[in-house]
Nanobody, 125 residues
Framework: VQLQASGGGLVQAGGSLRLSCAASGRTFSRYGVGWFRQAPGKEREFVAAFGWSGGDTVYADSVKGRFTISRDNARNTAYLQMYKLIPEDTAVYYC???????????????????WGKGTQVTVSS
């Protein structure tokens, strides 16, 4: 499966953005999907994930209550809705997918099988 993340941009602190992850292929519904981010000089970190069944989600503590992950299988697209953005959210955001993976598995970067190119999110103070 090929993934393409989009929707990043420059936003003021307190603002919102919605990232999209468009996937190729007809079996996207069988993939767990995760969002990760990497700030300059830092390692890639987990943000949010859902399992292939859609019934389980996991969030990093730093984004709980502010970010929501979702998917639209009919559109082969996953989303990351981000609210109440803070400057510390500034990073390149990546989506990843693994066939038949649950959310917990998707929360580990090294287990993600397919990666999309990132999209830059910049939050100004």
């Amino acid at each position: 499966v090929q993934l393409q993340a989009s929707g990043g941009g420059l936003v003021q602190a307190g603002g919102s953005l919605r990232l999209s992850c468009a996937a190729s292929g007809r079996t996207f519904s069988r993939y767990g999907v995760g969002w990760f981010r990497q700030a300059p000089g830092k390692e890639r970190e987990f943000v949010a994930a859902f399992g292939w069944s859609g019934g389980d989600t996991v969030y990093a503590d730093s984004v709980k209550g502010r970010f929501t992950i979702s998917r639209d299988n009919a559109r082969n697209t996953a989303y990351l809705q981000m609210y109440k953005l803070i400057p510390e959210d500034t990073a390149v955001y990546y989506c990843a997918a693994t066939f038949s993976a649950d959310a917990q598995t998707m929360s580990v970067p090294t287990t993600a099988r397919y990666w999309g190119k990132g999209t830059q999110v910049t939050v100004s103070s």
